[in-house]
């Protein structure tokens, strides 16, 4: 991450990692779209002691540690942040101490769209692992008794199939216009969880679906509570079940939903960006 990139003036950089760390000519200017700062240094506080072996802990902390020095001090060389919302603009301030302009990733609005008529389930999608509160979802629905598709692998499907009944149907891993027609068919979407922008609930709403999510991260900013979903305080078994029976008492207007998805279009993303650029250069 630190080799030099030669022969350009520009460097737009695109990462959640460590892609700041480029090391640029004199007069240069590196301009870099983030989408968090990496999580596992600064807001996944359990990583190591979920992710290392305990006899390796004693040795991954202190690295850890040594890291997120490392990261602080390679922000630096970047000329100009770019936040993927305005969740990751706050990241980027309070562990950087930078300034950012916050432009939201796009939606494939042309290709995110109603596909078939609802038919009676609710949907929980993406990387099926812990920190997604997928087990809450589960749990949640083995209580309700209403359908519930999965779609999506990960570390924790053994676990998820071993807790969850039979109004419960793993999908697997499926394609986008797989998913698309899920989106399309599902009464809602889950979304439980804490994440950087929220872009899924958005592909939801394009196709005509409401979201249950977290009131977390970038979902305040891409759920509209009461227009395209519903936001959930603390997310909790109980507090999953009773969001599920009220949205299924509310309706929500389909053209609205997509109006709103239609505002994160890949046209939008790309006018803003250009305006960054022709500002700060």
Known sequence: ASRE???YDVILSSSSLFLKALRKKPGAVHIQYCHTPPRFLW??????????????QFLAFPYLRWMKGWDVRMSNRVDIFIANSREVQK???EFYGRDSVVVYPFVNTSFWKPTKPKGGYFLMAGRLVSHKRFELVVEAFNQ???PLYVAGRGRIEGKLRSIAKSNIIFKGRVNDEELRDLYSGAIAYLYPQFEDAGIMPLEAAACGTPTIAADQGGSKETVLHGVTGMRVAEVSVLSLVQAVKEITSQAFEQEKMIRHAHGFSEEKFKEQLLHVVNVYL
């Open 144 to 146: 309700l008794g209403l």
């Open 5 to 7: 990139v030669r022969g």
């Open 91 to 93: 990241r980027i301030r």
């Open 43 to 56: 807001t996944e506080r359990d990583y190591a002691s979920r992710e290392v072996p305990k006899v390796l």
